[in-house]
């Protein structure tokens, strides 16, 4: 098991088990919404599909500012700003169908996963990055299959639920390493 390495990592390690606790909460509530939407794009659906890159804003911006000791903060700015262009693409395509809308969310989820991953590889030091790591390949994956499904018969939705509960999972595990992590130390 990583462990953490230096006082500066000790000190982010139980903002960010926090955060990920908050991070999996969060994408659970908001796939099971998606879900009772029925991945349709009304009122609802087109609030929770911007609201998502929005919470990743929120969480980068707390993950940044507790990051400046160990240095990692500069890819969670580069993330904040992927995610507020997502946002924005998110509202503007929102109105011409889920294929737009997955074109977007799959753009974002091959930035977003190459940014955590090389945020998540810059900490391994400080332990429970693992899954952040194996996330952040996983969400490039992915991303590319929601722009290959956009462009399929029906395109749907769905996946992107999954998606968000895939991600929730790799918080959570990650959280969990994170809280071993500071007990070994």
């Known amino acids: ?3 953490v390495d230096s ?15 908050v991070r999996f909460a969060f994408a659970i509530v908001w796939a099971a919404l ?20 929005l919470f990743d804003v929120a969480a980068a911006v707390v993950d940044a500012r507790s990051s400046h000791a160990t240095g990692s903060a500069r890819g969670l700015y580069v993330n ?31 930035v977003a ?16 990055q693992w899954p ?3 996330s952040g390949g996983i969400s490039v994956l992915a991303g590319g299959s929601f722009i290959v499904g956009a462009a399929a018969p029906n395109p749907a939705l769905t996946n992107v ?3 968000a509960v895939l991600g929730g ?4 595990v990650s959280a969990i390493r994170l809280g071993r992590a500071a007990t070994v130390n």
């Not at 006082?7 to 606790?21: D, H, N, S």
């Not at 999972?169 to 959570?172: A, G, K, N, S, T």
């Open 161 to 163: 639920a999954g998606y």
């Open 169 to 172: 999972v790799f918080f959570l």
């Open 132 to 134: 952040m790591i194996l």
């Open 34 to 53: 998606l879900f009772l939407t029925k991945a349709q794009l009304g009122p609802l659906g087109i609030t929770l599909i911007v609201l998502y890159p």
């Open 113 to 128: 996963g190459v940014v955590q991953l090389i945020v998540a590889v810059s900490r391994r030091g400080m332990g429970g």
């Open 1 to 3: 098991m990583t462990t």
């Open 80 to 110: 904040i700003a992927i995610s507020l262009l997502a946002a924005a693409g998110l509202a503007v395509t929102a109105s011409s169908g889920v294929p737009a809308v997955l074109r977007v969310w799959g753009a974002w989820a091959i």
């Open 7 to 21: 006082p500066a990592a000790g000190a982010i390690a139980p903002v960010l088990r926090r955060l990920y606790f």
